[in-house]
């Protein structure tokens, strides 16, 4: 499957690339027939600054940010996006005046659970939410009803790679979408061509990787 890895850049930044495996993978909320590889911009220092800088810039008009909430293992990028902030002199009402940068847990059915310990990270602050791909808008759905409900306080969401520009009413702000990526395709599970022709699926996908049936 690897051999097939498709190359793109970044619109604003030939400094940024992901990498792109056509076929027939399947997520939690869809069939796709691109696998959106992001491994090397969440894992390399370099990139992972880089995308950080650029998602600020669409960020930048927040008023007041407390906590990135990182998905999908975003937490080099979130970390990066949270000192953008304090440069931009964007306004944390911590007590510390500096962000925080945390991640969920999931429950069985897919919620997201913060620990007593860290929801005070959550609860009256201003949060931003950062993902790596976005397809249907489902998980940050779920995402922002979960942080709503421990009482915080969506003001932006940034998604590495998205089909969709908003959710919910609120902007996605991201590095790489549909137009980058030309081909890409997302399909209900009941109505995917791809099943419809028997075509069996190669792997499950998510925001993490991906695992080979």
């Known amino acids: 499957m690897e051999k097939r890895i498709v190359?793109?850049?970044?619109?604003?930044?030939?400094?940024l690339a992901l990498h792109a495996i056509p076929g027939h993978f399947a997520t939690s909320n869809s069939h796709i027939n691109f696998y959106i590889d992001v491994t090397g911009i969440r894992s390399r220092i370099g990139e992972a600054e880089e995308a950080a800088k650029?998602?600020?810039?669409?960020?930048?008009?927040?008023?007041?940010?407390?906590?990135?909430?990182?998905?999908?293992?975003?937490?080099?990028?979130?970390?990066f996006l949270a000192k953008e902030f304090e440069k931009e002199h964007i306004t944390s009402t911590n007590q510390h005046?500096?962000?925080?940068?945390?991640?969920?847990?999931?429950?069985?059915?897919?919620?997201?659970?913060?620990?007593?310990?860290?929801?005070?990270?959550?609860?009256?602050?201003?949060?931003?939410?950062?993902?790596?791909?976005?397809?249907?808008?489902?998980t940050i759905k779920k995402s922002m009803e979960g942080i709503q409900y421990y009482g915080g306080t969506i003001e932006g969401v940034a998604s590495l790679f998205?089909?969709?520009?908003?959710?919910?009413?609120?902007?996605?702000?991201?590095?790489?979408?549909?137009?980058?990526?030309?081909?890409y395709q997302a399909f209900p599970?009941?109505?995917?061509?791809?099943?419809?022709?028997?075509?069996?699926?190669?792997?499950?996908?998510?925001?993490?990787?991906?695992?080979?049936?």
């Open 97 to 138: 005046k500096t962000v925080y940068v945390i991640s969920p847990e999931h429950s069985r059915d897919n919620q997201i659970i913060f620990r007593d310990n860290t929801k005070k990270m959550i609860a009256g602050k201003h949060i931003v939410l950062l993902l790596a791909t976005t397809t249907t808008g489902e």
């Open 162 to 183: 998205s089909t969709v520009d908003y959710v919910n009413g609120t902007k996605i702000h991201f590095l790489f979408d549909n137009d980058v990526v030309t081909s």
């Open 7 to 15: 190359k793109f850049y970044a619109k604003d930044s030939n400094k």
């Open 189 to 213: 599970k009941t109505d995917c061509p791809f099943c419809k022709k028997g075509m069996k699926i190669e792997a499950v996908v998510n925001g993490f990787g991906y695992s080979k049936l």
């Open 54 to 79: 650029l998602l600020a810039r669409g960020l930048g008009h927040l008023a007041y940010v407390d906590t990135v909430v990182c998905m999908d293992g975003t937490e080099v990028i979130g970390t």
